[in-house]
């Protein structure tokens, strides 16, 4: 069970220091999905929230009206929905906080790109379509296969519906993109995995965007209920490993003719932009 807390904020978007996003909107603190690879948590300044990660989720009541006041003086730029919770979580259907914040950003010139696991974004198709220029949806796919992500997202929707959504808005206009990550050693790094994540993509016109599981404290032992071996999980830090995930995504995007990139593609810059953007 779920424990739901309305808390009020005193500002809605954040800067962002990642690389084609500007500013941060989480209009939720905590996520259901309950993702057992996510490093979210470590980011949120939430304390009950990030100690029980899953099952208490804040919702942010006045965001929407503290939006509404700050992009009188925000420069234009792209917003990022959401960095550090899912946007379209199960609250999102009554609560509608990012349904009614794209409803702000969106007509007054900012660009909103999306990240979510979640089909529920289908409901919001028809602001996302009337804005379209201006908008980019990315689902999060680790793998195509159900029963594999499940072990992983427990209470995420599964991929199938995932890729409904995301033909559905490849048809719809709307520019779409695959998030390929946290890749797994040992997981979901296997080549036919890897192959089938990508071929989807290409059948969708999208672009896939991909990253590597980042190791914090507490991982291992969650990513141990999912039956993935601590030696395993350590080869994430491997070069080795790495370079040839690498090798492999840019092998099948070329056969597939389908553009990628890394999440994080400035290594040195990464924490500190990962701190920026899951403010």
Known sequence: MVKYVRIRVKSALQRSGLPDIDYALNPYA?????????????????????????????????????????????????VGVST???PYQ??????????????????????????????LVLRDVDVLTEHSSRVDVGLTIITIRDELAKKV??????????????????????ETWVFLGPIIPGFNDNPRLIEEVIEVASEAGSEVMYDYLHLKSGLEEKLALSGISATSIMLS????????????????????????????????????NILNYFS
């Open 90 to 119: 199960p609250v999102e259907r009554e609560e509608m906080l990012t349904r009614r914040s794209i409803k702000v950003l969106l007509p007054v010139g900012f660009h909103v790109s999306i990240q979510t696991k979640s089909d």
């Open 30 to 78: 905590g996520c259901f999905h309950s993702c057992r690879y996510c490093y979210a948590p470590y980011y949120t300044p939430y304390r009950e929230v990030s100690e029980n990660w899953g099952e208490v989720v804040y919702i942010k009541e006045n965001i929407v009206e503290l939006l509404q006041k700050e992009i009188r003086s925000k420069k234009r730029g792209v």
């Open 84 to 86: 550090i919770t899912d």
């Open 153 to 174: 997202e427990p209470y995420a929707p599964p991929p199938s519906r995932r890729l409904k959504a995301l033909y559905e808005l490849s048809e719809q206009g709307i």
């Open 237 to 272: 830090r491997s070069k080795a490993w790495r370079k040839k995930i690498n090798n492999t995504i840019s092998f099948l995007c070329k056969k597939y003719s389908v553009k990628c990139k890394t999440a994080f593609p400035t290594k040195n810059r990464t924490e500190r």
